[in-house]
């Protein structure tokens, strides 16, 4: 089971549910916002608040957990290990039916940071123990929420690389970007817009589409670019050709 938001190639939040337990009948679910966040190594950007609502009848035991990200081509794969950056407050908490609770997140790490740093803060619901004798169907649901930290002062420079013509899960031709990041400060390819051209081999243009950054968020996730990352993105828009050139060109949105 997913949340609303996770569409991106490292579908930014996460929402997994588990089945425990045994047959009957037994209702949970919760809401998570933001689910991505971005924090500084200083001053008041250093914490954001994490909210999390239980939407059910039922008391909502939940505890967040931290694990940081390292970067890979395709975006980021989690460490499974907590350097101790983030500090969150409170780490548990039991939450009441239309109740929502506020957590903190704050930076606590190398305030000299060179460059962006990326975690998961996992909100996980925890099993509650059944009086005895009695079974139920608990569905867990966990949460991630992304969390970027970067100094101060910098800002990201994205900008494509290489553009070619790929094929999607179902063989139909669509556009592999290649985008490159060259600051030390991560940045979010859904903060632009995205030109797609693609022209036959005799030069003439067959295709053409301007994604702006809200539709690149709807169809792509946030499209986080790491500092000094080069990454490569799907674009999940069908192209004419299957033997055309691609043209991908950046440009700021709004």
Do not use: C
């Not at 954001?48 to 940081?68: D, G, I, K, R, S």
């Amino acid at each position: 089971m997913k949340s609303f938001v996770n569409r991106s190639l490292f579908k930014l939040a996460v929402a997994a549910s588990t089945i425990i337990a045994a047959p009957a009948t037994s209702t949970w679910a919760m809401t998570v916002q933001p689910v991505v966040i971005d924090l500084k190594t200083s001053g008041r950007d250093m914490s954001q608040v994490v909210t999390v609502e239980n939407t059910f009848a039922n008391p909502l035991p939940v505890e967040l957990t931290v694990q940081e990200l390292a970067l890979t081509e395709t975006g980021v794969s989690p460490t499974g290990k907590d350097p101790g950056d983030l500090l969150v407050f409170p780490p548990q908490a039991l939450i009441e039916p239309g109740q929502t609770q506020s957590f903190r997140v704050q930076y606590v790490g190398d305030p000299a940071l060179a460059g962006s740093k990326h975690y998961y803060i996992t909100v996980a619901q925890l099993p509650v123990k059944l009086p005895e004798g009695q079974s139920a169907i608990q569905i867990l649901y966990n949460f991630q929420v992304l969390a970027s930290v970067s100094p101060a002062g910098a800002k990201p420079m994205l900008e494509v690389r290489s553009a070619e013509v790929g094929k999607n899960a179902d063989g139909k031709p669509v556009a592999i970007v290649t985008v490159g990041n060259g600051s030390p400060v991560h940045g979010y390819l859904s903060a632009n817009k995205l030109r797609i051209v693609e022209r036959d081999a005799g030069g003439k243009e067959q295709f053409r589409r301007t994604l702006s950054g809200p539709e690149i968020q709807q169809t792509m996730g946030f499209g986080l670019i790491g500092g000094n990352q080069t990454r490569k993105i799907t674009v999940p828009v069908e192209l004419p050709l299957a033997d055309g050139k691609v043209e991908a060109t950046i440009s700021p949105e709004g």
